[in-house]
């Protein structure tokens, strides 16, 4: 199969370019190649916007912010529609560091026992003023 000879450690180009093919596939038991396109069910490494953001009922590429819906709660006014499409976190992630404050580093902090949004969130915003006298 390989042009490799038993005497002579040579290899080949056209034997690199078979062996690298054959790596690239991915095959199941049988030894049929295979798309997977499918994503696990639970992942373990998901991103912490999980936590922040619902999905659309209607439409699974959109999502909310839950902390905007609930400051928007009793008023005439609808949260913004972030884009889900693609699978992107990046937008969602934007959000939450910009208006919020929450990144991957302090989310923690947001979420209670069982990793639900705190239904108190106080976003704080420290100003120090130095105070010189002449």
Same mark, same amino acid.
């Given at each position: 199969?390989?042009?490799?000879?038993?005497?002579?450690? $040579?290899?080949?180009? /056209?034997?690199?370019? $078979?062996?690298?093919?054959?790596?690239?596939?991915?095959?199941?038991?049988?030894?049929?190649?295979?798309?997977?396109?499918?994503?696990?069910?639970?992942?373990?490494?998901?991103?912490?916007?999980?936590?922040?953001?619902?999905?659309?009922?209607?439409?699974?590429?959109?999502?909310?912010?839950?902390?905007?819906?609930?400051?928007?709660?009793?008023?005439?006014?609808?949260?913004?529609?972030?884009?889900?499409?693609?699978?992107? $976190?990046?937008? =969602?992630?934007?959000?939450?560091?910009?208006?919020?404050?929450?990144?991957?580093?302090?989310?923690?902090?947001? =979420?209670?026992?069982?990793?639900?949004?705190?239904?108190?969130?106080?976003? =704080?915003?420290?100003?120090?003023?130095?105070? /010189?006298?002449?």
């Amino acid at each position: 199969m390989s042009s490799v000879s038993e005497h002579n450690s $040579t290899i080949t180009r /056209s034997s690199l370019s $078979t062996l690298s093919n054959e790596r690239k596939k991915r095959k199941n038991n049988s030894g049929e190649a295979v798309a997977t396109t499918s994503k696990p069910v639970d992942r373990i490494n998901k991103s912490h916007t999980t936590y922040f953001f619902h999905k659309d009922s209607n439409n699974n590429e959109i999502a909310y912010c839950v902390l905007c819906e609930r400051k928007l709660t009793g008023t005439d006014k609808n949260p913004y529609p972030y884009s889900r499409k693609g699978g992107s $976190t990046s937008n =969602l992630t934007s959000h939450l560091r910009d208006k919020h404050g929450i990144t991957k580093f302090n989310y923690l902090e947001y =979420l209670d026992t069982n990793n639900e949004v705190k239904t108190y969130i106080k976003k =704080l915003h420290v100003i120090v003023f130095k105070h /010189s006298e002449y």
